[in-house]
C-alpha cells in the first residue's frame, strides 16, 4: 500500500515569491492534514481538509492557504514568502471514520528554503 | 487551549541503560500519540494511548498514559544505538485532528 506522498521533496525560493506544495494521502483517506516543522517552533499545526473543505485551522497568518481536491489530493500555497517560512512542511493523511481515534501518517515533507 | 512539555528535551544515555521521557499536557487531551523523527525525515507513529492506564509497548519502548496526572511516559529498557532519534508526544483535544506537539527529546545512545 502506497504510503503519504508530497512533491517536491525539495524546494528554493526567494523573499516575496509564492510556492505551492502538494500532497497526495494514501489511497482511501479522505482528510488531509499540514504541519510546520522549524527548530525555534517545533512542530506546528497548519490547517486540516476533510472532503474538500477545511475542518480545522492553526494560527498561521493569511498568507498561508491551503485546498483539497475531490480526490483527496491536497495543496498548500505560501504567498509574499518571508525567511522565516523555511521549514518542513509535513502533510498527514488520515482515514477518518466511527473509531474514536484516527491515526495520522505522515509523508516525507518537502523542504522549503526561503533566501 | 492544550499545551504539550516533554522532558528531556536532550538525552544522551549508554547502551543497556534505562531511561524514561516524560510528557505533560495541561488540558483534558482526548488521546496521546508518541511520534519517532530520524533526522531529516518523517514522523513515524509509535503509539496511540486512548484511556487512563493504557500501556503499550513495542519492543524496547513502553508508553504509558495517566490521564489524572495528565501524563504520559515513554521508557526505554535496555537502549540500543538504533534508537537513537527525537521522540514527539502529541495529544489532541475536543474530537478535533489537530496534533498539538511537544518540542521532542533528542535521545542519543553511546556505545
Known amino acids: 500500500k502506497a504510503g503519504v506522498t508530497q512533491t517536491p521533496r525539495y524546494l528554493i525560493k526567494t523573499r516575496g515569491q509564492q510556492v505551492t506544495l502538494s500532497c497526495s494521502p494514501i489511497?482511501?483517506?479522505?482528510?488531509v492534514s499540514w504541519y510546520q516543522q522549524t527548530p525555534g517552533q517545533g512542530l506546528q499545526f497548519l490547517f486540516e481538509?476533510?472532503?474538500?473543505?477545511?475542518?480545522n485551522k492553526g494560527n498561521f497568518p493569511g498568507r498561508f492557504s491551503g485546498r483539497q481536491f475531490s480526490n483527496s489530493r491536497s495543496e498548500m500555497n505560501v504567498s509574499t514568502l518571508e525567511l522565516g517560512d523555511s521549514a518542513l512542511y509535513l502533510c498527514?493523511?488520515?482515514?477518518?471514520?466511527?473509531?474514536?481515534?484516527?491515526?495520522?501518517?505522515f509523508g516525507p515533507g518537502t523542504r522549503l528554503t526561503v533566501l | 487551549e492544550l499545551k504539550v512539555e516533554q522532558n528531556p528535551l536532550f538525552l544522551s544515555m549508554q547502551e543497556g541503560k534505562n531511561y524514561t521521557i516524560y510528557c505533560n499536557y495541561s488540558?483534558?487531551?482526548?488521546?496521546l500519540y508518541w511520534y519517532r523523527q530520524d533526522p531529516g525525515k518523517s514522523l513515524e507513529s509509535l503509539f496511540v494511548l486512548l484511556s487512563n492506564g493504557a500501556v503499550k509497548q513495542e519492543g524496547r519502548l513502553m508508553a504509558s498514559l495517566d490521564t489524572k496526572a495528565r501524563l504520559s511516559t515513554l521508557h526505554i529498557t535496555a537502549a540500543v544505538h538504533d534508537l537513537s532519534a527525537t521522540y514527539f508526544c502529541?495529544?489532541?483535544?475536543?474530537?478535533?485532528?489537530?496534533?498539538?506537539f511537544g518540542k521532542g527529546t533528542k535521545l542519543t545512545v553511546n556505545p
Open positions: 489511497s482511501g483517506h479522505r482528510s
Open positions: 498527514a493523511s488520515m482515514r477518518t471514520g466511527l473509531s474514536s481515534y484516527n491515526e495520522q501518517f
Open positions: 502529541a495529544g489532541a483535544q475536543g474530537g478535533s485532528e489537530k496534533l498539538v
Open positions: 488540558t483534558t487531551s482526548d488521546r
Open positions: 481538509y476533510f472532503s474538500e473543505t477545511q475542518r
